[in-house]
T-cell receptor, first 112, second 115 residues
Framework: EDQVTQSPEALRLQEGESSSLNCSYT??????LFWYRQDPGKGPEFLFT???AGEEKEKERLKATLTKKESFLHITAPKPEDSATYLC?????????????FGKGTLLTVNP | KAGVTQTPRYLIKTRGQQVTLSCSPI?????VSWYQQTPGQGLQFLFE???????NKGNFPGRFSGRQFSNSRSEMNVSTLELGDSALYLC??????????????FGPGTRLTVL
């Protein structure tokens, strides 16, 4: 069974204090790893897709990286508006299996 | 391009009732997936529809069902509601094409409360 574990569960940062969120996974045949951001009461907002080990993607203060067993979401000089829950999901298997398996998320709070 | 829309946004029902939720995907997307989100379990996959056919199903009881129409709009039905069905129900759409590196885009969700 596919498993996705995110750590830490919660993270408090001061504005400008860089850090990383971790997503480790155990799947059979990774097709893609996805990062989403979710604000309270809203649906997840797509951030990145990574497909193969060594791949990196950047968007503003966020950078996502992928290895064979885990992914990191690096947050550089965060601002209070970066406060949200960050979700990691994997899509695995072959054929017509397109379901996403999600981790429980990391709740990020950035204090001014 | 308009995003994924879900209606209604909020619902309050009592135990034993049934409920139908609706999802309109992004234009051109043929795959619609449904997820249940609760504080304890996180996001869990319910089922996926592609071209009016259920293509994948998660580990939920038969009380949870869905369908997709020819215009790719999808509905999800929950019969005989239980207190534990209270959750945020999320719909996601993607092109769903085989062999294509695809991304699922989520709607705002329907908050269901069962009393």
């Amino acid at each position: 069974e596919d498993q996705v574990t995110q750590s830490p569960e919660a993270l408090r940062l001061q504005e400008g204090e860089s850090s990383s969120l971790n997503c480790s996974y155990t799947v059979s045949g990774l097709r893609g790893l996805f990062w989403y951001r979710q604000d309270p009461g809203k649906g997840p907002e797509f951030l990145f897709t990574l497909y193969s080990a060594g791949e990196e993607k950047e968007k503003e203060r966020l950078k996502a990286t992928l290895t064979k067993k885990e992914s990191f979401l690096h947050i550089t000089a965060p601002k209070p508006e970066d406060s949200a829950t960050y979700l990691c999901a994997v899509q695995a298997g072959g054929g017509s299996n397109y379901k996403l398996t999600f981790g429980k998320g990391t709740l990020l709070t950035v204090n001014p | 391009k308009a995003g994924v829309t879900q209606t209604p946004r909020y619902l309050i029902k009592t135990r034993g009732q049934q409920v139908t939720l609706s999802c309109s995907p992004i234009s051109g997307h043929r795959s619609v997936s449904w997820y249940q989100q609760t504080p304890g379990q996180g996001l869990q996959f319910l089922f996926e529809y592609f071209s009016e056919t259920q293509r994948n199903k998660g580990n939920f009881p038969g009380r949870f069902s869905g369908r997709q129409f020819s215009n790719s709009r999808s509905e999800m039905n929950v019969s005989t509601l239980e207190l534990g069905d209270s959750a945020l129900y999320l719909c996601a759409s993607s092109t769903g094409l085989a062999g294509v590196k695809d991304t699922q885009y989520f709607g705002p969700g329907t908050r269901l409360t069962v009393l």
